[in-house]
């Protein structure tokens, strides 16, 4: 995960050193080099998206002088995002994405859960089916990821999120695919995870942003630190809203949009939330 950016570019070689400097570890090898367990671990998966997100970063901002109207990112890709504003510097952002990670495995550990992608199938019929897991159980499962019409995430107790699943089928569900993942995330099960999280939050550099920001928590901008702060802790327990993330940008006049990081998997979402705008890769806008 991008090597090819640091074998070609000064600037993300320089984002890779400056992280494993910060880190204290070979995070660089182990983004280009694993083992895959070892870089799966959320604990070192998230400074690892974030390191390559952000080297993209610098790459993009030397080769296009478009200024962004906002900035916005999926989950942990909020980080990327905060260091794209000015908000939060990359290492202060690498520390706290390394911490977070650590929380939420904790949390899981505790809490045990897990989640669940739903595809074919529209928000209402899931949530119905989630309310009736949830009433049957006793534990909690719901919506934790609105990607794209069609692809949706549950996020739960183990229990509750196979009731869910099978009750979804019964609705219609063209498919449901397990993550590979032991924990809970944008659920109440990361509520210790979250609390911790905001004593963290409070102690780290951020600055006011010099674009707005607009938070999978609210789907909308978020312009001053205290705003910034208030929903990096709540996206933990809330769900990622991208879909009216993305709507309520494209409402705003954006008909361009540029995926920073080393794949392109925002960019096939937004082709499923609006194909009217221009989706653009970090491969693209360096070809």
Partial sequence: MGYELYERFPRARDVFAQADDILGILLSELCFEGPSEALDDTVNTQPAILAASVAALRVITQH???APAYVAGHSMGEFSALVAAGALPLEDALRLVRRRGQLMKQAGEQNPGGM???LGLERKPLEEACAAARQETGEHVAVANDNCPGQLVISGARVPLERASELAAARGAKRIVRLPVSIAAHSPLMREAAEAFKEELRTARFEEPHIPIVANATARPVTDIAAVRAVLAQ?????VSWTES???MVTQGVDRFV??????VLIGLLRRIDRSVQGLSTADLLA
């Fill in 64 to 66: 296009d002088t478009h």
């Fill in 116 to 118: 669940a992608a739903v």
């Fill in 235 to 239: 996206q933990l327990t809330s769900p």
């Fill in 246 to 248: 993305v709507q309520w």
């Fill in 259 to 264: 995926e920073v990081g080393p794949k392109n």
